[in-house]
């Protein structure tokens, strides 16, 4: 009976650990540490914006969000103090890295080599006061990522990979990394915490919507 | 007690009667920058002759008899020109956070079984037991026999796996092995032993049902497909 007792206990709360697992606590440092080692995965879209627009768009401090939905890229930098937003686009390469990774390589270097579209590739929009306000208040730094991990296998889809928001709050030379996967919210009761995620999924998105790069192809 | 015999008698021939798979070579190539890993299955193999149907050979769950259960997230059977033989394809993600094939997936895929591993100067030293993993990749890995003895207490390790002694609770010989890290592409390949393999035959499948894409393969195709067409 006793047995039986511990089997049912590990086995109710063995989603709980699973769900402990896959999104982070306000400054959990074992998380925070991850994502912050030397080849941390936002280093790669760093790379990448660099190499097409400059190495100066990562000069200042602010909060860097990389945003990429349906094989396009997009990185917005926000100035805690000013409503300007400066914002990159990558050009559209027609494919996702997910079933040939080798191709899509070779594909975006091709691309990258032009760098003469670069100017048709960037725009600075203005936020409202409410939105600037709304957006230093979500501290996406503060919850450093949600990944696949977290959600069940019924709402899996694998087009999410390539919906993601990612990037880093830089101050005084450090960056604070954060790295959130969409996730379709199938669930009646969710944890709290994913309400930081679907917030910033929100506000980018809402951003993301009213964004076009003539030219930009 | 007659009917646990019965039952006994009954799963030892279901077990005998289904045909077992095989690969004669495995090669796993790690994209750091996604976190994604793509296994292949080169000459899949059949214990039994005559035309395999599709849900005997359905691709994730050869996957997950290859390569262990990973995060498959699309998997597929293609016929692979160069050998005119079947060849299997997973595609896994590891969480994409941590840049660390060592999270089962890529060292996990090529030798199944406990192993213990340690990251030192820029290297994952790995340190397993058992049969020894023929490499063909002409990456040095600086893969080496540490010792014969089948009891650990019988061995000395490196210090740093010295300090993982209570972690080893595997039979010796013992190898070890080296990777480097922090690398933007790895890329992989082994083979296996031809005595496992003694009687298998490549795979026979109907062509029309190749490629046999699962349902997570053919979402994505379709996905690149959609984006390919977009304005």
Same mark, same amino acid.
């Given at each position: 009976?006793?047995?039986?007792?511990?089997?049912? #206990?590990?086995?109710?709360?063995?989603?709980?650990?699973?769900?402990?697992s896959?999104?982070?606590?306000?400054?959990?440092e074992?998380?925070?540490?991850?994502?912050?080692?030397?080849?941390?995965?936002?280093?790669?879209?760093?790379?990448?914006?660099?190499?097409?627009?400059?190495?100066?768009?990562?000069?200042?401090?602010?909060?860097?969000?990389?945003?990429?939905?349906?094989?396009?890229?997009?990185?917005?930098?926000?100035?805690?103090?000013?409503? @300007?937003?400066?914002?990159?686009?990558?050009?559209?390469?027609k494919?996702?890295?997910?079933?040939?990774?080798?191709?899509?390589?070779?594909?975006?270097?091709?691309?990258?080599?032009?760098?003469?579209?670069?100017?048709?590739?960037r725009? #600075?929009?203005?936020?409202?006061?409410? #939105?600037?306000?709304?957006?230093?208040?979500?501290?996406?730094?503060?919850?450093?990522?949600?990944?696949?991990?977290?959600?069940?296998?019924?709402?899996?889809?694998?087009?999410?990979?390539?919906?993601?928001?990612?990037?880093?709050?830089?101050?005084?030379?450090?960056?604070?990394?954060?790295?959130?996967?969409?996730?379709?919210?199938?669930?009646?009761?969710?944890?709290?915490?994913?309400?930081? =995620? #679907?917030?910033?999924?929100?506000?980018?998105?809402?951003?993301?919507?009213?964004?076009?790069?003539?030219?930009?192809? | 007690?007659?009917?646990?015999?019965?039952?006994?008698?009954?799963?030892?021939?279901?077990?005998?009667?289904?045909?077992?798979?095989?690969?004669?070579?495995?090669?796993?190539?790690?994209?750091?920058?996604?976190?994604?890993?793509?296994?292949?299955?080169?000459?899949?193999?059949?214990?039994?002759?005559?035309?395999? @149907?599709?849900e005997?050979?359905?691709?994730?769950?050869?996957?997950?008899?290859?390569?262990?259960?990973?995060?498959? =997230?699309?998997a597929?059977?293609?016929?692979?020109?160069?050998t005119?033989?079947?060849s299997?394809?997973?595609?896994?993600?590891?969480?994409?956070?941590k840049?660390?094939?060592?999270?089962?997936?890529?060292?996990?895929?090529?030798?199944?079984?406990?192993?213990?591993?340690?990251?030192?100067?820029?290297? =994952?030293?790995?340190? =397993?037991?058992?049969?020894?993993?023929?490499?063909?990749?002409?990456?040095?890995?600086?893969?080496?026999?540490?010792?014969?003895e089948?009891?650990?207490? @019988?061995c000395?390790?490196?210090?740093?796996?010295?300090?993982?002694?209570?972690?080893?609770?595997?039979?010796?010989?013992?190898?070890?092995?080296?990777?480097?890290?922090?690398?933007?592409?790895?890329?992989?390949?082994?083979?296996?032993?031809p005595?496992?393999?003694?009687?298998?035959?490549?795979?026979?499948?109907?062509?029309?049902?190749?490629?046999?894409?699962?349902?997570?393969y053919?979402?994505?195709?379709?996905?690149?497909?959609?984006?390919?067409?977009?304005?």
């Amino acid at each position: 009976m006793r047995a039986l007792y511990i089997f049912v #206990t590990i086995f109710v709360a063995l989603p709980a650990f699973v769900k402990a697992s896959c999104f982070s606590e306000q400054n959990d440092e074992v998380f925070v540490q991850s994502l912050s080692g030397s080849h941390a995965i936002f280093e790669y879209r760093v790379k990448l914006f660099s190499a097409f627009f400059g190495e100066s768009v990562f000069g200042e401090d602010g909060l860097f969000v990389f945003y990429e939905k349906n094989g396009l890229q997009r990185l917005f930098v926000f100035d805690q103090n000013q409503n @300007s937003v400066k914002t990159y686009q990558l050009p559209r390469l027609k494919m996702s890295p997910w079933l040939n990774p080798e191709m899509y390589i070779e594909k975006r270097n091709t691309v990258l080599a032009r760098k003469e579209r670069a100017e048709s590739c960037r725009q #600075t929009i203005f936020l409202d006061s409410a #939105t600037h306000a709304n957006l230093w208040q979500l501290r996406m730094e503060k919850h450093a990522f949600l990944s696949n991990r977290c959600i069940t296998q019924k709402n899996l889809d694998p087009r999410q990979f390539n919906h993601v928001i990612m990037g880093f709050m830089q101050q005084h030379g450090s960056r604070k990394p954060f790295y959130f996967i969409k996730f379709e919210n199938y669930e009646k009761k969710m944890p709290e915490m994913f309400e930081a =995620y #679907t917030k910033s999924f929100d506000m980018i998105e809402n951003l993301d919507d009213k964004i076009v790069f003539e030219g930009c192809q | 007690m007659k009917k646990f015999s019965l039952l006994v008698v009954i799963l030892l021939f279901i077990s005998c009667a289904a045909p077992q798979y095989g690969i004669e070579r495995r090669k796993a190539d790690y994209f750091d920058e996604w976190g994604l890993v793509r296994l292949t299955g080169l000459n899949v193999l059949s214990s039994v002759s005559g035309v395999a @149907s599709a849900e005997d050979v359905a691709p994730e769950k050869l996957c997950a008899e290859f390569f262990g259960y990973l995060n498959v =997230y699309g998997a597929r059977l293609y016929l692979d020109d160069s050998t005119g033989n079947v060849s299997l394809e997973c595609l896994a993600l590891i969480v994409p956070i941590k840049s660390s094939f060592t999270e089962g997936a890529f060292i996990g895929s090529m030798k199944r079984g406990p192993k213990v591993w340690v990251k030192e100067d820029s290297l =994952y030293h790995i340190l =397993y037991g058992g049969k020894e993993i023929k490499f063909l990749s002409e990456e040095n890995l600086h893969h080496r026999l540490v010792c014969q003895e089948k009891e650990k207490d @019988s061995c000395h390790f490196e210090n740093r796996f010295e300090r993982e002694r209570d972690n080893i609770d595997f039979k010796g010989p013992y190898y070890e092995l080296s990777i480097p890290a922090n690398r933007p592409f790895f890329s992989l390949m082994t083979l296996t032993d031809p005595k496992d393999l003694k009687g298998y035959k490549p795979l026979k499948l109907d062509p029309s049902i190749l490629p046999l894409e699962s349902p997570g393969y053919k979402k994505l195709r379709e996905y690149e497909e959609s984006l390919a067409n977009r304005k």
